[in-house]
């Protein structure tokens, strides 16, 4: 059925065929007809944040813990501008995000108009793709086109912008059945040759590893269950990068924990010394290869990628698959257990004994302390206090966050919400307001450093106007505790500009938000605290106040590989290389 | 893996993973993307180049399908053999792009380029520089009684060193189109 009505009305009559149940967004001039209609249905929740890039957050958190693309709208100018950190942080994640943004009359553009910005030229590098609608007429195809855009191939965000007289002309309705297919239709499917190849190296492999991302995740909850069922099957050893906890069970037998710069020191030695490394759905991103010239010497590598770019972008790899990781998987699954799922188990068992003694190094550990709450030990008491529980976290960006992947056991994916190639501070806290409005009955928690947390607390006035029971864990140094982590390593324990002064208190703060304040700064009253943050039913600040110079280890200082990984406190000094000191 | 692997279609087309890993030597290209007429991608193109470093030797872009609204965009860069797969595996990332032909490693090809040259001079030298223009068979196309402007059509390299002979000889200016490429056969 084709319907004429107005631009605006075609918006939300879009995302309705689209399947939305939830915009995150705020109003202004250039998008009051939209709003108009906003207003005149119930189909459609819209959840009013207090700045832009904490709508786009909120999406991002909502698309990561449901699998289904987030939708923001927003005005023209300031909204869009403000937007742009959180399309970079879903571009960089592969989030599925559609922002509609409002624009002036298109006969003013151009003419420097009150709130007008060049919204696409912005966009266009922190996008997958953006579009002008300039004619009503093809409005809501280009909406279409939008979602299928931002949710098929390698996920991404994509922006619409709307002048308001496009919004106010009327025009026929096109739904998603009559919308033209475009050209735009990724490979899914992986080239059987290279599979074939891939699993005669797994019959044969002696010191093999799985090394998966994000990937695994963004194809739907079928590929991690493949994954689960290969991994298991073979008895291989498997690692993940931050994007990518949950995709196989922190419980399962294969699992060795994160990789990386401060991943755990089994995974990140069987990753240096492995003969074949499987690269399922990650990028070789610099947070995980360490120095590229002796990133895994001795393996032969096989990558799979929805996205042709990742592969050989900075490692070499001796079979590249292109492909849905889901699909892929699937015919490995079928090839190798079609050739008598054969694997070296002798090989492999020697391996794992050499992991084992890895695993001995116990690098997790940490000196406990009776006067001071070790953030460790914070983490440690909180999942063990809520790891039964239907849980999601998120995470703001620096130490809190790496201890979050390091002390936190992740069952399940989409349960991870953390910004992990951009690394935007004042993510998390928007982010599981969006989690929460997706999973209104689960229990939802934001560790953050008090210092990213202030970045976004404005949207406090969000959690407590939707009534959101989210639980904002500060592991509270008073330190920008990565940076100045950093400084101690690099730069001459010169702490420039690292240390929060002036902090506000939180629980007055929360308090003057009509929310629930917890302070905890002895050891011996953070289970009881904890409890209470639970059991409060309503959004909790909750103050931990920890130890404030505790470091994040293990590390791999920048510049160096994967076998030269500090542990401790043991021989910091010069441990990072002229070389090393310009990476970030 | 040896050359007889590499399929049409497989993952493995690239010839460069027969080559050492990333070598350094910077190699020239010339790149055919087809692309959807449509407003920005153009910028969407220029911008991918600089957003990632990438080199622009020379660009031509014009519609060739006016009926299905398509675009041919020529660019010529140079890069190293990894740099070079990147930018065309990048490239086929922009939505609205169709197909990226690397003409250097598809076959042969033929590439061609138009200049117009105004050059200024009486006596000796005019007559020398139409002598030239004639050598390299530039045609006359605009003309006083103290300038020329030629036009000339061919291989950059070619107009390169026709502007070399015409500079000493009263060359005022020139405008170049870029390359314009296609491949050689069937």
């Given amino acids: ?584 | 893996m040896s050359a007889l692997h590499i399929k049409k279609g497989s993952n493995k087309h690239s010839a460069y993973n027969l080559r050492p890993n990333f070598s350094d030597v910077t190699e020239k290209h010339t790149l055919a993307i087809l692309v959807d007429n449509e407003a920005g991608v153009l910028a969407r193109v220029i911008g991918l180049f600089s957003g990632r470093g990438y080199n622009i030797e020379s660009l031509t872009v014009a519609e060739v399908d006016h009926t299905g609204h398509l675009s041919r965009i020529t660019i010529v860069t140079t890069g190293t053999p990894q740099v070079i797969e990147q930018i065309k595996a990048q490239l086929g990332r922009i939505v609205p792009v169709h197909k990226v032909h690397d003409l250097t490693v598809e076959g042969p090809f033929v590439e061609r380029e138009l200049a117009l040259l105004k050059v200024e001079g009486s006596g000796e030298k005019r007559v020398e520089a139409l002598r030239l223009a004639d050598i390299f068979r530039a045609h006359v196309v605009d003309s006083t009684l103290e300038s020329f402007v030629f036009q000339l059509t061919g291989a950059p390299d070619k107009i390169d060193a026709f502007a070399d002979l015409m500079r000493p000889l009263g060359l005022q200016e020139i405008a170049r189109t870029g390359v314009a490429a296609l491949s050689r056969g069937l």
Wanted: with cysteine; charged share 20%; proline share 5%.
């Fill in chain 1, 1 to 584: 059925m084709t319907r004429e009505m107005t631009g605006a009305k075609m918006v939300v009559q879009a995302l309705i065929d689209q399947g939305v149940d939830t915009v995150f967004g705020y109003p202004g001039g250039a998008v009051l007809p939209i709003y108009d209609e906003v207003f005149q249905q119930n189909a459609i929740r819209h959840i009013l944040v207090r700045h832009e890039q904490g709508a786009v957050h909120a999406a991002e958190g909502y698309a990561r813990s449901t699998g289904k693309p987030g939708v923001v709208l927003v005005t023209s100018g300031p909204g869009a501008t403000n937007a742009v950190t959180g399309l970079t942080d879903a571009l960089m994640d592969s989030i599925p995000i559609i922002v509609l943004t409002g624009q002036v009359p298109t006969f003013m553009i151009g003419s420097d108009a009150f709130q007008e910005a060049d919204t696409v030229g912005i966009t266009r590098p922190c996008t997958k793709h953006n579009w002008l609608v300039k004619d009503t007429a093809d409005l809501s195809a280009k909406i279409h086109e939008a979602f299928h855009v931002a949710t098929s191939g390698r996920p991404g965000p994509v922006l619409v912008d709307i002048p308001k007289d496009v919004q106010f002309a009327s025009a026929t309705y096109i739904p998603p059945s009559k919308t033209p297919v475009g050209h735009y239709q990724p490979q899914v499917k992986g080239d059987m040759e290279t599979i074939t190849e891939l699993v005669a190296a797994l019959e044969t492999a002696q010191r093999p590893i799985f090394y998966t991302g994000g990937g695994v995740i963004n194809s739907g909850p079928g590929a991690s269950q493949l994954l689960r069922e290969l991994v298991d099957a073979t008895g291989f050893p498997i690692t993940s990068t931050l994007m990518g906890l949950g995709a196989y069970p922190a419980s399962g037998k294969g699992w060795l924990g994160m990789l990386g710069m401060h991943g755990l020191y089994e995974a990140n030695l069987a990753m240096h010394g492995c003969d074949l490394m499987i690269n399922v759905g990650a990028r070789f991103d610099d947070r995980i290869t360490g120095r590229l010239d002796a990133f895994s010497p001795k393996s032969r590598k096989a990558h799979i990628d929805i996205d042709p770019s990742s592969i050989n972008k900075v490692i070499h790899v001796d079979m590249p698959i292109v492909g849905d990781i889901g699909h892929v998987l699937e015919d490995v699954l079928k090839v190798w257990k079609a050739r008598g799922r054969k694997v070296n188990s002798e090989g492999v068992a020697k391996w794992w004994r050499q992991i084992e003694t890895w695993k001995e190094v116990n690098c997790l550990k940490f000196a406990s302390d009776e006067k001071s709450i070790k953030p460790q030990h914070a983490l440690s008491r909180l999942e063990a206090l809520t790891k039964d529980r239907d849980r999601y976290i998120c995470t703001e960006v620096g130490q809190h966050q790496m201890w979050a992947a390091q002390y936190l056991n992740f069952e399940d994916p989409n349960r991870w919400m953390t910004s992990g190639g951009l690394g935007t501070m004042g993510y998390g806290f928007p982010a599981s307001i969006g989690v929460q409005i997706a999973h209104p009955d689960a229990l939802v928690i934001n560790v953050a450093g008090e210092a990213s947390w202030l970045m976004n607390m404005q949207e406090m006035g969000t959690a407590v106007q939707y009534r959101l029971p989210v639980k904002q864990f500060i592991l509270n140094n008073e330190r920008l505790g990565m940076v100045r982590q950093w400084q101690e390593l690099l730069h001459g324990e010169r702490y420039s500009q690292s240390w929060s002064e002036a902090l506000p208190d939180f629980v007055k703060l929360a308090e003057a938000f009509g929310a629930k304040g917890i302070i905890c700064k002895d050891p011996a009253d953070l289970d009881d605290a904890i409890m209470e943050m639970l059991d409060h039913d309503g959004p909790v600040i909750f103050d931990c106040l920890v130890e404030k110079h505790e470091n994040c280890f293990p590390m791999i200082p920048s510049g160096e590989p994967h076998n030269k990984m500090l542990l401790g406190e043991v021989s910091l000094k010069d441990a990072i290389g002229t070389k090393g000191a310009v990476l970030v």
